[in-house]
């Protein structure tokens, strides 16, 4: 498997040999420790968490997990995600390993006290638009684009069900954002979640012709350099 290190704080990067899933390594670059392993591969699930991380300036070591080649099985592992998916983090720190995207942005975010206000209003607005990303755009989507792209057989019932799901989903985002700039108001982590899944629309085969608000939102997150330099990993 591929290794490297990024140092999120300064966008630096350079090869390391690491053993998969270790957790007391004080390697430094330029004298900033590596805080957080991200076990991660080139999807939105992935990035959700390599652009929270370049956006906190965590110094992180990259672990390219292939699922294309099913490393996500390697019995290393599934020691840190039993359920064999990216993304996973191991916080070296605080000795915290975690899967499940969702559950490591709102760890980040608490750890950091950013991007998920506290206000208990403002707090559960964001928790709530996480969990539709969670339960909603990423899996509708993410069926969509299997059915479209990679389905072994074509299944027209399959395709345009998850389609008109996602494009569902996509219109209820839109009226989110037609009257403020990100979707809870203030950038937060149900933007970080989303971003990835709506900015791959084209992948998707979709497009977002017709919500001009999303697709406003897209070119605005899009400009943030900490989203660019987390789109890019793993490199
Ligand atoms: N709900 C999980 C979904 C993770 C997920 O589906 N990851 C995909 C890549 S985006 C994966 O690892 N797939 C490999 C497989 O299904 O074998 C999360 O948000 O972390």
Same mark, same amino acid.
């Given at each position: 498997?591929?290794?490297?290190?990024?140092?999120?704080?300064?966008?630096?990067?350079?090869?390391?040999? !690491?053993?998969?899933?270790?957790?007391?390594?004080?390697?430094?670059?330029?004298?900033?420790?590596?805080?957080?392993?991200?076990?991660?591969?080139?999807?939105?699930?992935?990035?959700? !968490?390599?652009?929270?991380?370049?956006?906190?300036?965590?110094?992180?070591?990259?672990?390219?997990?292939?699922?294309?080649?099913? &490393?996500? *099985?390697?019995?290393?592992?599934?020691?840190?995600?039993?359920?064999?998916?990216? $993304?996973?983090?191991?916080?070296? &720190?605080?000795?915290?390993?975690?899967?499940?995207?969702?559950?490591?942005?709102?760890?980040?975010?608490?750890?950091?006290?950013?991007?998920? $206000?506290?206000?208990?209003?403002?707090?559960?607005?964001?928790?709530?638009?996480?969990?539709?990303?969670?339960?909603?755009?990423?899996?509708?989507?993410?069926?969509?684009?299997?059915?479209?792209? *990679?389905?072994?057989?074509?299944? $027209?019932?399959?395709?345009?069900?998850?389609?008109?799901?996602?494009?569902?989903?996509?219109?209820?985002?839109?009226?989110?954002?037609?009257?403020?700039?990100?979707?809870?108001?203030?950038?937060?982590?149900?933007?970080?979640?989303? *971003?990835?899944?709506?900015?791959?629309?084209? *992948?998707?085969?979709?497009?977002?012709?017709?919500?001009?608000?999303?697709?406003?939102?897209?070119?605005?997150?899009?400009?943030?350099?900490?989203?660019?330099?987390?789109?890019?990993? $793993?490199?």
């Amino acid at each position: 498997m591929q290794r490297e290190v990024i140092q999120g704080k300064l966008g630096k990067r350079s090869s390391v040999s !690491v053993p998969l899933g270790i957790k007391n390594d004080t390697t430094a670059i330029d004298s900033n420790p590596i805080m957080i392993d991200l076990y991660t591969f080139t999807t939105p699930n992935g990035r959700k !968490v390599s652009i929270i991380l370049e956006e906190l300036s965590l110094p992180y070591q990259v672990h390219t997990i292939d699922i294309t080649k099913g &490393e996500q *099985f390697a019995p290393e592992f599934v020691e840190i995600n039993p359920n064999s998916k990216i $993304p996973a983090i191991i916080d070296r &720190e605080t000795d915290i390993t975690l899967f499940e995207s969702g559950a490591i942005l709102i760890y980040l975010a608490e750890q950091t006290g950013k991007f998920l $206000p506290r206000k208990p209003q403002n707090r559960f607005q964001v928790l709530e638009w996480l969990m539709f990303q969670m339960a909603g755009v990423g899996p509708m989507a993410g069926q969509h684009t299997h059915f479209n792209r *990679f389905a072994s057989e074509n299944i $027209p019932y399959a395709i345009e069900r998850y389609k008109k799901e996602t494009l569902r989903l996509y219109s209820v985002l839109d009226g989110q954002l037609a009257n403020q700039e990100f979707i809870c108001g203030d950038y937060s982590i149900a933007d970080i979640a989303t *971003f990835p899944w709506v900015a791959s629309y084209e *992948f998707q085969g979709l497009t977002l012709d017709g919500y001009p608000h999303l697709q406003s939102w897209v070119e605005r997150v899009q400009q943030r350099p900490a989203v660019q330099r987390g789109m890019a990993v $793993p490199s």
